[in-house]
């Protein structure tokens, strides 16, 4: 059967701390990455999802194939080595505010190519799923994110997720000019992503922007500010789902691109989908770490009835 949702990214060992890195002591073993975490934010609502990537030939490379099985996710393209398996640090407080420390230099999956792209279904799935921090692990990798974005057939999401620990804004947005004419739908934050690579902190600019690159449509993320939508149909505010708990902000921006590809891939309205990614964003803001907290789909449904 062919998956609804692919997901192209590095799958990262996490140890995540509650407090900033400069004076964090004690630290959280789990399983995150921006791809693994969006994979298993879709999958959690009940979607077929594949993870495409390469996992080192060590012991976190087989825990992590295992975590990504146990949260349902079709770990077939998940191949083993060459490499190392790659992990981060992260220190987050409730406002939000982190700071990443990388593990990741040569890593199995800085070794994608577009090779595996053909090797994988991409051209068959509903959705496909890329993102800037893919394409800014290796030259191979950025060709990976492009040949996908070309090969998809159906409706190709692409979250800029400027990392500036990993690549320039100029060769992030160097990408983004080349996946944006695929896109069915850009999902960059403001001002994190929009500042970088789009030159404006303002949403409704942002928007216009991903637009005048060939996107059919933007969902700009502001945070506690909604996200802002643009496409041919018009221009509307999504309002964001008030969180009941907040203890980690890492992974929400995933859960919402995860879960607005899953239901655009089950064939749902642009608005509707970003309904749902809003709130499974806001669920995940209860968790600690990037996969601390996943939305289910009676949640996420259940919150939108509500809000």
Known sequence: MNPDVVVIGEPLVEFSAPTPLTSAETFRLSFSGDALNAAVAAAATGAHVALVTRTGEDEFGER??????????????????????????????????RA????????????????????????????????GITAALSASCAATVVAAAEEARGAVVYDPNFRGRLITPEAARETLVKVAPHAA?????????????????DPGE?????????????????GADGVHVASAAGRTTVPAVPAEVIVDATGAGDAFAGVVTARLAAGASLVDAVRAGTAAASVTLAGQGGTGRVATAAEIDALLREF
């Open 206 to 222: 942002a928007a216009e922007a991903c637009l005048g690159l060939g996107a059919a449509a933007a969902a700009v993320t502001r």
């Open 100 to 131: 990443f420390a990388y593990m990741r230099s040569g890593s199995a999956a800085s070794r994608l190519s577009p090779a595996d792209v053909a090797a994988a279904p991409v051209a068959e799935a509903g959705a496909v799923l890329l993102s």
């Open 64 to 97: 992590l194939i295992a975590f990504a099985e146990a949260h349902g996710i079709d770990t077939r393209w998940m191949w083993r080595g060459p490499g190392h398996s790659g992990a981060y640090a992260v220190g987050a407080d409730p406002d939000g505010d």
């Open 185 to 201: 739908l850009i999902t960059p934050s403001c001002p994190a992503d929009s500042v970088a690579l789009l030159g404006t902190a």
